[in-house]
T-cell receptor, first 114, second 114 residues
């Protein structure tokens, strides 16, 4: 089955700096890679996603890149702000099923220092 | 739409008691997922339903856990008898097959078993 590894587990940056979180996956059949942001006391919220036919996607200060050959994808946050502080999860759609089942990484706690 | 609704938001119970968690998915969504989140194990998929039918329950820890979806707008996750190691945050998420990639999470139920 699919396995998703996420690094780093914690990340601390200064406000205004960039943050990068990386994930690798094992199943070459996976074709969808979402990123979720979880704030304290809340459920994960989808912030950006990428499909396997695209190499990069941007949405304002956040971007995601995908390298299918190497089976890794990354989240990039530029000009970080204190409100970006949260836990971020990457996920990969289980390629063996046709049901949208997601396999999640272990999460990265991002702290943006003012 | 109000989003995915979960109740209760917090539950404290004694070991051995029965616990029932409830979820109302987003109207029109035909997939429903139950997750458990702990510091040690991260976000784990317990079970998911398609059109009210359980598809994959391989993540259910043991026979003490059971889940039902009697109709398209309601699902329950039951633990009987509960144990301290069941303490976690339980999330429900839903999605729709035509946009089946995007899972929408509820706010979660924080369960504490003493």
């Amino acid at each position: 089955g699919e396995n998703v590894e996420q690094h780093p587990s914690t990340l601390s940056v200064q406000e205004g700096d960039s943050a990068v979180i990386k994930c690798t996956y094992s199943d070459s059949a996976s074709n969808y890679f979402p990123w979720y942001k979880q704030e304290l006391g809340k459920g994960p919220q989808l912030i950006i996603d990428i499909r396997s036919n695209v190499g990069e996607k941007k949405d304002q200060r956040i971007a995601v890149t995908l390298n299918k050959t190497a089976k890794h994808f990354s989240l990039h946050i530029t000009e970080t702000q204190p409100e970006d502080s949260a836990v971020y999860f990457c996920a990969a759609r289980d390629g063996s099923s046709n049901t949208g089942k997601l396999i999640f990484g272990q999460g990265t706690t991002l702290q943006v220092k003012p | 739409d109000a989003g995915v609704i979960q109740s209760p938001r917090h539950e404290v119970t004694e070991m051995g008691q029965e616990v029932t968690l409830r979820c109302k998915p987003i109207s029109g969504h035909d997939y429903l997922f139950w997750y458990r989140q702990t510091m040690m194990r991260g976000l784990e998929l317990l079970i998911y339903f398609n059109n009210n039918v359980p598809i994959d329950d391989s993540g259910m820890p043991e026979d003490r856990f059971s889940a039902k979806m009697p109709n398209a707008s309601f699902s329950t996750l039951k633990i009987q008898p509960s144990e301290p190691r069941d303490s976690a945050v339980y999330f429900c998420a839903s999605t729709y097959r035509l946009t089946y990639y995007e899972q929408y999470f509820g706010p979660g139920t924080r369960l504490t078993v003493t």
